[in-house]
C-alpha cells in the first residue's frame, strides 16, 4: 500500500513528533520526583561522596600540613621582615631624636657666635674617682687641649688630652675641675668644683652675698676659657657656718652626666691664630 | 703569647669597664677590674711576663683616666711588688686569701687615690661619697674577685696547654 521510502517518511515525522511532545512535557516538569534517575543517583552518589570525601581529606591534609611548610616559610619571611622593619623604625627613631639634639647644639652653636666641633661620647672614665669621657673627636678637627666643652643643657668640661681623633674631656663633677662662674641672679662670683657624683661645689662665695636654693649658676667668663653665661647648674644646698667669709653651696650640674651623648667643642682661638 | 693574652684581655676589660658597666645601675662604683689581673701575675707568673704587663696596664689606665699621669702606674707596681713580697709567707693557693688579696688591693688603689687628692691635687677635694664608693668596691672585691682569679688561671691553664700543642720544641728549649 505505502512505499518503502514513504513508510521511512512516516516514521521520522511520528518520531520527531514523539521528541517534541516528550521535551514539551518534560520541560514543565524538569526534575521528576521519580523514574530511573533516581536509581541512578542511588547508586552513583555514594561512590561520589566518597572519592569527593576521600579528595577533601587528602587536600585537607596537603592544605593543613604540607601546604604549611610554604606558610611556615611564608611566615619565617614575614618575620625576618617584622624584624628588619623594627630596627629600621628604631634606627628613624634614634635618628630623629639625635637630630633634635643636634638641632640644639646647631642652635647653640649660632647663640655663642663661635666654631665649634661636635663630638659623640664614645668612653666613659674607667675609675669611679676621676669623671672623664672620650669624645670623638681630635686633633684633626681642630681640637686642642684646653678647649672648653658644653651642650645644649650647659657647661660640661673642659678638654685635658687630646690625640689625633679623640680626645679626653674631664667634667666639672671630676675633683680637679674647676669654672669661674657667678649666680645668675646675684652676680656672687666663686668657683664650680666637682663634688661627689652628681654634684659640685660652689665655692668662695662670700657670706655678704645673698644666694637662694634653685639660683642658676652661670659660667663668669673670667676663666678665659668658658663663654659668659653658659648655665653651669641650680644651687641645691647653702650652709652659712656662724664663722668664716664664705658660705658653703653646693650645685647640681645642668648637664645630665648620665645621659651624655653628644657634646660641642669650642676651639679655642690661640695666639697664633688670632690675626 | 702569654703576655699577648694578658693584653687582650685588659684591653676587653677596660673596653667593657668604659662603655658597657657604666649604663648598669649596680655597677657604677665598679673596682678596678685590672687588679685581679695584677695580683694573679705578681702571685703565679715570672717576672719576665708580669713586670711589662704591670707597666702597660699602668700606663693605659694613666692614659685613660682622669688622673695625673703615673698615678696607676705607681699603684699596679706597689700592688705588684707588695703580693710577690707577701706570697714568700702566705700559702698563695688559699681561695681565701686570694680574695683577700683582691680586697686589699682594691682599699689599697682607693687609698692611693685619696692621698693624691688629699695631699698632691692641686685643687681637687675627694667625692663626698667617698665612703660610699670605698666599701662599695671592696664588696664587689670581695664577690667577684674569687671568681675573676677562678676565670683567669683556668684560661692561664688553657694557654699552657695550647702553647705545648703550637710550640712544643720552643718550650723543651726555653726548659732547658
Known sequence: MFSKKMAMVIGLIILITISILSLSLSSRQPYPAYGPGRVAIALVAPFQKAIVGTTRFFRGIWEHYFFLVAVREDNDRLAAENRQLRAMQQEYREASLMNDRMRELLGLVQKIKRPAVAAQVVGKDPSPWFQTVMADKGIDDGVAKGDPVINAQGIVGIVVDVTAHYAKVMLITDPNSAVDAVVQHSRARGIVKGGAAGYCVLDFVLRKHHVAVGDVVVSSGMDQVFPKGIPIGRVATIVRQEAGIFQDVTMTPSVDFERLEEVLIIPLQRKAEMP | ?176
Open chain 2, 1 to 176: 703569647m702569654t703576655v699577648l693574652f694578658y693584653v687582650l684581655v685588659s684591653l676587653c676589660l677596660v673596653i667593657i669597664k668604659t662603655t658597657l658597666i657604666p649604663g648598669l645601675p649596680l655597677f657604677e662604683k665598679f673596682y678596678d677590674l685590672l687588679i685581679p689581673i695584677v695580683i694573679y701575675l705578681s702571685l703565679f707568673r715570672p717576672l719576665r711576663e708580669g713586670i711589662p704587663l704591670v707597666l702597660f696596664f699602668g700606663l693605659m689606665m694613666d692614659s685613660l683616666c682622669g688622673g695625673p699621669v703615673g698615678l696607676y702606674l705607681a699603684t699596679y707596681i706597689w700592688i705588684f711588688a707588695g703580693m710577690r713580697w707577701a706570697s714568700q709567707f702566705l700559702r698563695t693557693g688559699n681561695m681565701v686569701l686570694l680574695t683577700l688579696a683582691v680586697a686589699i688591693g682594691v682599699s689599697f688603689e682607693c687609698l692611693v687615690l685619696l692621698i693624691y687628692m688629699l695631699l698632691l691635687a692641686p685643687s681637687a677635694i675627694p667625692p663626698e661619697d667617698t665612703a660610699r664608693t670605698v666599701v662599695l668596691q671592696i664588696v664587689w672585691a670581695l664577690l667577684t674577685g674569687p671568681v675573676i682569679l677562678i676565670i683567669i688561671s683556668g684560661s692561664q691553664k688553657q694557654l699552657d696547654v695550647w702553647k705545648e700543642r703550637i710550640f712544643p720544641d720552643w718550650l723543651d728549649m726555653n726548659r732547658q
